[in-house]
């Protein structure tokens, strides 16, 4: 059987493939995104990106209505997105197995929030397996596939940041295809009105009962026996670390995290002089053992917050007191000196910036969204002022103004990127409309979804699958909604973009203002000569330092005198900007070689 080096996310992809799903559904978000783009690669496997995350839930929940099985893949603050659908498929059940795959961060690497999504599973009482590894991520999705079927249910596979990125060695497997069976009418099943759903809750409690059966003797959980002083109940990335901390303790491996299995733990709790839970973020297992009764320790000793690690495992086991094996060698025990601080910037001549810097001229009170552009709210330019989640900037900055409306207060505007609007602004943009808001509403349409590494989304013409479809018009659309002011600006002209915004400020009406520079990084874009600093017409007002631009550094002075701006040539994108904000002429292109 060949074994391949593969990623969580890669394995998941792989799993689903080999398990015969079909139909297969996600929206874009670390840590989440690679398992669409590995199952887009298989000709069977029908791939896509949908606007949002409850449009992807709601569409692998269709195929499963006609008995293919289907996947659903999400961030964890996705899974908010779709909760809606998830919590009533709870109750209709599938046809097909229906995975809703949910990659939580913790430690916030790329998110807004830590949340912890095991607690999705107990609300809507569907299963939820954790793999450990890559060869679990794999197997447990064929097996969430089939616990899918048997129990007529969703099943939650939930990943984490290091489990979704990190690469293992996984045995691959041959696809067992299956064909759908055709949709069955059952209106007591699929029609979910409050007559027919009171009748499908009791199913669900009774299909509860028979999961905790299940749990009990699944081999999805395993008992590996060692040193009985110290038992250790984990699952998921904190498996690993514990092993690697204390690999002659007995550990219960939970892959079957919900619902748990109450016997199986009281046995094994039975067998241990001290019980210990090692799990990141909430203590979600530590408060189900101890509503069974049993004397367990997890939260007194490891954080709620951040991602664990070895060294953070090791510390909270010393304070309970074990005796651990000698100290392991840390990288900085073997000379390698320690990771310098690197804030995040705007890429060199993103075409963010250039917007970024006209907010921040006009001192513009600017609501901010989930993308690239959330980094203007950072020093140097400070442009944006809030950031919710997905979505949020339209509605916050309309309540700000009817929340001043009659002060004489200026407009607000609201900054969101365009895959976000397509995601969740277009119904707060009809909000505008309709409920007679003025706001001025900047999106920022760089011709992908770029946080996430520059995925398609219905604006760029092309579907996960590379085959073209119809473009989605952003101008059109926003002037259907019904806004009459609606301006297209190229960012790289500052003058223009700064005079666009202030005529718009000033406007009684709402209006949009849309960019059209692509993204350098996702689009073929021919990028002239850089720029340099004429040394001896710099006088050191690091007026162009404003843009954050990583192209631009500062060089100091050695004799005491002013120091001086210069550009990295290989770095520099030729945008422009930086010329446009000297006022010393200081800054010009290069001549073509």
Known sequence: MRRVLLSGNEAVARGAYEAGVMVAAAYPGTPSTEILEALARYEEVYAEWS??????????????????????????????????????????????????????????????????????????????????????????????LELSERFDTPVLLR????????????????????????????????VMVPSYARGRHPLVLERLKRLRRYAERTALNRVEWGDRRVGIVCSGISYQYAREILPTASFFKLGLTYPLPSRQLQWF?????????????????????????????????????????????????????????????????????????????????????????????????????????????????????????????????????????GESAPKVAAVIGDSTFIHSGIPALLDVVYNRGRIMVVILDNGTTAMTGGQHHPGTGVTLKGERAPKLQLSRLCQALGIERVREVD???????????????????????????PCLLAAEVEVGPAFLVQTHRCVGCRACLQLGCPALQWEPNG??????????????????????LCKHQAITQREEP
């Open 491 to 517: 960012p790289y002209h500052l003058a223009e973009t700064t005079a666009v915004l202030r005529e718009e400020m000033a406007s009684p009406h709402p209006s949009v203002i849309i960019t059209n520079r």
């Open 51 to 144: 606007p949002n995350e409850k449009v992807a839930l709601d569409v692998a929940a269709g195929a499963a209505m006609v008995g293919a099985r289907s996947l659903a893949a999400m961030k964890h603050v996705g899974v908010n997105v779709a909760s809606d659908s998830l919590l009533t498929l709870s109750y209709t059940g599938v046809l097909g197995g229906l995975v809703l795959v949910s990659a939580d961060d913790p430690g916030m690497h790329s998110s807004q929030n830590e949340q912890d999504n095991r607690y999705y599973a107990k609300l809507a009482q569907i299963p939820m397996l954790e793999p450990a590894d890559s060869q679990e991520a794999k197997d447990f999705t064929v097996w969430a």
């Open 559 to 580: 004799t005491g005198g002013r120091g001086k701006a210069s550009i990295i040539p290989h770095v520099c994108n030729a945008c422009g900007l930086c010329a446009q």
């Open 269 to 405: 709790s039975s067998q241990v002089a001290k019980l210990i839970v090692v799990e990141e973020l909430e203590p979600f297992l530590e408060e189900e053992m101890k509503a069974l009764g049993l004397q367990v320790v997890g939260k007194d000793l490891f954080p709620r917050t951040g991602e664990f690690d070895p060294d953070l495992v090791e510390e909270g086991l010393r304070r309970a007191g074990i005796p651990l094996p000698r100290a392991r060698s840390r990288p900085r025990d073997r000379g390698f000196p320690p990771v310098f601080p690197r804030p995040p910037l705007f890429c060199a001549g993103c075409p963010h910036m250039g917007m970024m810097q006209a907010l921040h001229e006009l001192e513009i009170v600017a609501t901010g969204d989930i993308g690239c552009y959330t980094l203007g709210a950072l020093p140097p330019l400070q442009s944006l002022d809030t950031c919710i989640a997905m979505g949020c900037s339209i509605g916050n900055a309309l309540g700000m103004e009817k929340a001043l409306e």
């Open 159 to 190: 990943l984490t940041t290091r489990i979704s990125h990190s690469k293992a060695t996984v045995r691959l497997g041959r696809r067992r295809s299956r064909l759908p069976t055709g949709f069955l009418r059952d209106p007591s099943k699929w």
